[in-house]
C-alpha cells in the first residue's frame, strides 16, 4: 500500500525526519508511537502534503504512486486520508455541503459519475451513526462550535464518508475521554477492511486498546528505531521511552 | 491655482447638462446651484472623500443622454413583480408595469405637481455636497413610490435604472414614502448596457412612518467602465423597521451613501452589504446611523471580497445622541483580500454621547485562512473549490440576510456570472 523509503524532511532548514523507512500493506494497522518532539505529526504532515515541510531525500510509494509527486487533493483523490490532530473551524461552510463537493470532486477525479442528493443523504445518515455523530453536527458549519470529542468524531465520519484506502490518525486520542475514545475506536474497526490499511499516531497506549494494531513502531529523533508486535506498545507505557533512547543513544 | 482648475472641471462637467425641470421647488435648485457654483469636486484631503478619488468623474464629458436603447429586462422579474424602468434618468414605459394594486401610488417625478414633491429635499443637505447639489439641479426624472397606510404590498417593487451610452451622466430623485403600519419591498437594482464612461448619480429620499416595515434590495452591477453615486437618506418614525441589503458586484467607481436618522423610539435598524470586486475596482461605501432617541436598536454588517488590485473603502459611523438612552447598535465590517494587491480601508466610527447604551463596532481584513484551505484540500477539493467554498461561506453571511428568494436568484446568477463560483 505505501512504502516509505528513507525519507529526510526538514521545516525551516531544520531537519526533523532523518531516514524514516515504513512500509504498510493492505488489511494492516500500524501503530507508530514516540515522545514529544520525535517527529510524528511531520511524518502525517509530509505524507499529506503540507507545503511549509521540505522532502529533501527519499520516497514514498503509494500503490505504485509517486505520492510526493502529487498535490494534496490528489493524494486525498487517490485515497489517503488524514485525521488532523486538530481539526480546523471553517466558519460558515457546512459539514455535507463540503463533504458532497469533496466526494464528487473525487468520484470526478476517478472518472466516476456525481452522486445523487439522496444517495448523499444516505451516505451521510449511514456513516454518520458509525461514530455516534449527531444528524445536526453534520449539517453544521465545519467543527465550529464542536467540543474536542466531537471535533475528532468529524473526523471519523469524513473519513467513513471518503472511504479511503490508507488514514493516517494523528493523534486522534488526544483529549479524548474514554467514551469518545471507545466511538471513534469503534469507527475505525468498522471501517477497517482487507484493502485499508491505517496508521495510527499516538502519545498513548490507551488507544491501542481499542484498536489493536499489527506493529508496533517507535519514532525517534527522526528515524523508526524500534518496531515490535502489539506487545511492544504495553511494554513502552510501562517503561516510558527513556530505555529506547538509552539503546539508540548508545548505538 | 488648483482651486481655480478644480472649478473649471465642474463648470465643465455641468455645462451641457440640462437643468431640471422637475416641479419641486425652484429655491432648492437654487440652492443647488449656488451649491455649485462655490464648490469644486471633492478632493481627497476632505475626511468624506479621503479615500476614493473622484476625479474620473469629474474629468467625463458629460451629457445627458436622450436615447432610448433597445434594452433587455432583468430574467429575474415573476409576474407577482412591479417592474418600473429608467434609462439614463429617464422613465421608460415602455418597458414598465401599467397596472398598480391597490394601496400604492406610483408616479415619475415628472408627471407630479410641486405640492406632491414637497419632500423633495427635505432629508439631504446641500451644503458642500457637491454631489446632491448636481442631482438637485440636474434630475431628469425618478420614481415616487407612495405606500398608504395600513397597505401590505405583497408584490415587490423593482426599481430598475440602467445606464447606457458612452459620457452619459444620469441624474435621478426618488422618494419613497412608507405610511403608518404599511410594508413593502423594494428593489433597486442598477446596472448598465453598453455604457461606458458614464457615470449615475441617485438620491432616494426615505420615509418610514411610524409602525412601518420597509426592506430595500439595493443590488449594484453596472459595468466596468462606469461610476456610481448613490444615497439613501432614511427617516424612521417611532416603532418602524427598515431593512437595507446592500450588494454590490460590479462597476469601476461606486460610492454609496446611506444615512439613516432614527427619529423615534423602538426602531429597528438593518444595513447589510457585501462587495466582491475584483480588477482595479473601487467601492466606498459610507453609512450613517443616527440614534436620536431611546430604545432603538441597529445592526450593521458589512463583508467584502476583494481580489485583484481592486479597492474598498468602509467608513461606518453610529451616533447615539445624549437622550438616546437604551440602544442597541452594533457595527460590523468584514475583508477578505484575495490577493497582494488588494486593499481595504475600513473606519467603523462609533460617537456616543448617552451612558447607557450597548454598542460595538469592529473591523477585521484578513486573508483566506491558510490551514482551513489545507484542511479542505486534505480531503480532496481542489485550491480553487475550497477557496471559492470559503469565500462564499464568508460573504453569504451577508447574502443570507436577503430573504425574497428571486432576488437572490439574481444575486447568485451575477456572481456565477462574475467570478465563476455560487454559494
Redesign the interface.
Known sequence: MIKITNLHASIDGKEILKGLNLEVKAGEVHAIMGPNGAGKSTLASVL????EYEVTEGSVDFDGQDLLEL???D???EGL??A?QY???????SNV???R???N??RE?RGQEQISAKDFMALVREKSAIVELDAKLASR??NEGFSGGEKKRNEIF?MAM?APKLAILDETDSGLDIDALRIVANGVNTLKSPNNATIVITHYQRLLDYIVPDFVHVLYNGKIVKSGPKELALELEEKGYDWIKAEVDAQ | MNDTIQQNKLALFTENLTLSSLAFSNELKNDALTVLATNDFPTTRQEDWKYTRVGRIASIKSAQNQQNSSLSLPEMVDDSTLLFVFENGRFRADLSSSTIPTGIKINTLSSCKSDELSLVGSLVKLENQVFTALNTAYASDGILIHIERNQKITASIHVLNILSGENTASFTRNLIVCDDFSQAHIVQEYRSQGANLSVNNVITEVFVGANANLTIDKIQHEEQGNFAVLTEQVDQKKDSTFTINTITLDGTLVRNNLNIEVNGSNCESNLNGAYLLKDNQHVDNHTIVDHKVAHCLSNELYKGVIYDKATAVFNGKVFVRKDAQKINAFQSNGNVLMSDDASVNSKPELEIYADDVKCSHGSTTGQLDDEAIFYLRARGLSEKAARNLMVSAFIGDVLDKIENPSVLQMVQTIIQKKHGWEF
Not at chain 1, 499529506?48 to 507545503?51: K, S
Not at chain 1, 481539526?87 to 461552510?93: N, Q
Request: proline letters at 6%.
Open positions: 499529506a502534503g503540507r507545503e498535490s494534496t487533493e493524494r486525498a483523490r486520508f488524514l488532523f481539526p480546523v473551524e471553517i466558519p460558515g461552510v455541503n463540503f463533504l463537493t469533496a466526494l470532486e473525487i477525479y458549519s465545519v469524513q471518503l
